[in-house]
């Protein structure tokens, strides 16, 4: 079992950054490659970037691809996406997830329904 907590959303002009956290309890987290999803009112759940367990291999969203950076602190249990030149796009709950099942292939880890765990999700909001 994994507990996941999103943190560092909040409301941000266009242009502008955030760092989300995802800060993970219980056992092997370090063992777990770690996804961001958002969601948007009225849409389905959207991958946006994704790590491995030991960090060295990064998948993005194809809109975000130079603007967010996802990266891991195995040490302290937590992932982070950092977020620049924010668009109103991006608008979205943020969510990360944790024990991904199946085969690690690009049309598999966008799917979100291959995740076992998930955080609450953290509002993101981009203001134009």
């Known amino acids: 079992q994994v507990q996941l907590v999103e943190s560092g959303g909040g409301l941000v002009q266009v242009g502008g950054s955030l760092r989300l956290s995802c800060a993970a309890s219980?056992?092997?987290?370090?063992?777990?490659?770690i996804s961001w999803f958002r969601q948007s009112p009225g849409k389905e759940r959207e991958f946006v970037a994704a790590i491995r367990s030991s960090g060295s291999n990064t998948y993005y969203l194809d809109s975000v691809k130079g603007r967010f950076t996802i990266s891991r602190d195995n040490a302290k249990n937590t992932v982070y996406l950092q977020m620049n030149s924010l668009k109103p796009e991006d608008t979205a709950v943020y969510y990360c997830?944790?024990?991904?099942?199946?085969?690690?292939?690009?049309?598999?880890?966008?799917?979100?329904?291959?995740?076992?765990?998930w955080g609450q999700g953290t509002q993101v909001t981009v203001s134009s």
């Open positions: 997830g944790a024990g991904f099942r199946g085969s690690w292939s690009e049309a598999k880890r966008v799917r979100w329904d291959l995740y076992d765990y």
């Open positions: 219980g056992r092997a987290f370090s063992g777990y490659p």
